[in-house]
């Protein structure tokens, strides 16, 4: 989908690895005027979200391997977009974790942590 001035828009998602996160990269490449840059910790998960998109939509797709709870890292995915295409339209912050799990005496303070830096710093 182009922008109101006919330039091709520029989405990103992290976590494109994960259910919700190919279903939305799927969707945007579903879009002509719309190129990607996915990201996610996994490169198993990503490799088979951009493998399960359309062949001719795959030269419009940059991928970067990013832990969002390192700021670096983010800063990565965001230069990423910005080398390859110019600009950043719209980030999608989908990565999360559904941790730390058990019993809440049993759970150590670093779970909680990693939770928190993925979660919320990470969408920020």
């Known amino acids: 989908m182009?922008?109101?001035?006919?330039?091709?828009?520029?989405?990103v998602i992290t976590g494109a690895g994960g259910t919700l996160g190919a279903a939305l990269s799927h969707h945007f490449a579903g879009e002509p005027d719309t190129d990607l840059v996915l990201s996610d910790l996994s490169a198993a998960s990503l490799d088979a979200t951009v493998a399960g998109l359309a062949p001719d939509r795959r030269r419009?797709?940059?991928t970067q391997l990013a832990d969002v709870s390192d700021y670096a890292q983010?800063?990565?995915?965001v230069g990423l977009a910005m080398e390859r295409f110019g600009r950043l339209d719209v980030l999608i912050s989908n990565a999360g974790v559904l941790s730390p799990n058990g019993r809440i005496h049993n759970l150590e303070t670093g779970d909680w942590e990693r939770a928190f830096r993925v979660n919320v710093l990470g969408a920020v």
Not at 2 to 9: A, I
Not at 74 to 77: D, R
């Open 2 to 11: 182009t922008d109101e001035t006919g330039r091709r828009r520029v989405v």
């Open 60 to 62: 419009a797709v940059e």
């Open 74 to 77: 983010v800063e990565a995915v």
